[in-house]
């Protein structure tokens, strides 16, 4: 069946670092993909989305790009800041699906 | 308030207990997701409602789950005879319309079972 996988955390970086969070996918089809955030004492909530191959999404100074020939969808952000400390969660969507398939989330921690 | 509410915030019980857990989706929001998630694992999808109506429940693990949204707003997830399996974060999420990929998806802050 379809699933997601990404990196495990946690990830530290100080601020002002480059961070990528790498995630790829298993799915028959052509999924959409998300990246959801969960800040602290928070919900979730979606950060930013493609729908189909060579999709660019961005929110935030946040990346992603989807990658059909390597089944990827890697988070990036060229400089990360203290708020940016959160859960960060893969995952993947069939237009024909009531549900999304999570990843099991990536914690990423941002020293000052 | 404007979000996805859910109650209790916690909630300890015995194995065996039943639990019920209450979701007020934002309002006007037609669709209702229910999600399960274990420590340290993603959101597992449990069931999704369109108004009352249930349309999908496959990820229900067993017949001790049972979920409702009788009048199309409020949902109550219910688990009876609990067990220590069922410990994990309920979320609640809800949508505006369907299940089309440009539908935002609201969640709430969850609800923490322990099962002791």
């Known amino acids: 069946g379809d699933s997601v996988t990404q990196m495990e955390g946690p990830v530290t970086l100080s601020e002002e670092a480059f961070l990528t969070i790498n995630c790829t996918y298993t799915a028959t089809g052509y999924p959409s993909l998300f990246w959801y955030v969960q800040y602290p004492g928070e919900g979730l909530q979606l950060l930013l989305k493609a729908t189909k191959a060579d999709d660019k999404g961005s929110n935030k100074g946040f990346e992603a790009t989807y990658r059909k020939e390597t089944t990827s969808f890697h988070l990036e952000k060229g400089s990360v800041q203290v708020s940016d400390s959160a859960v960060y969660f893969c995952?993947?969507?069939?237009?024909?699906?009531?549900?999304?398939?999570f990843g099991s989330g990536t914690r990423l921690s941002i020293r000052p | 308030g404007a979000g996805v509410s859910q109650s209790p915030r916690y909630k300890v019980a015995k194995r065996g207990q039943d639990v019920a857990l209450r979701c007020d989706p934002i309002s006007g929001h037609v669709s209702l997701f229910w999600y399960q998630q274990a420590l340290g694992q993603g959101p597992e999808f449990l069931t999704y409602?369109?108004?009352?109506?249930?349309?999908?429940k496959s990820g229900l693990p067993s017949d001790r789950f049972f979920a409702e949204r009788p009048e199309g707003s409020v949902s109550t997830l219910k688990i009876q005879r609990t067990q220590q399996e069922d410990s994990a974060v309920y979320l609640c999420?809800?949508?505006?319309?369907?299940?089309?990929?440009?539908?935002?998806?609201?969640f709430g802050s969850g609800t923490q079972l322990s099962v002791l």
């Open positions: 999420a809800s949508s505006l319309g369907g299940t089309g990929l440009n539908e935002k998806l609201f």
């Open positions: 409602f369109q108004n009352e109506a249930q349309l999908d």
């Open positions: 995952a993947l969507k069939r237009s024909s699906a009531s549900k999304i398939i």
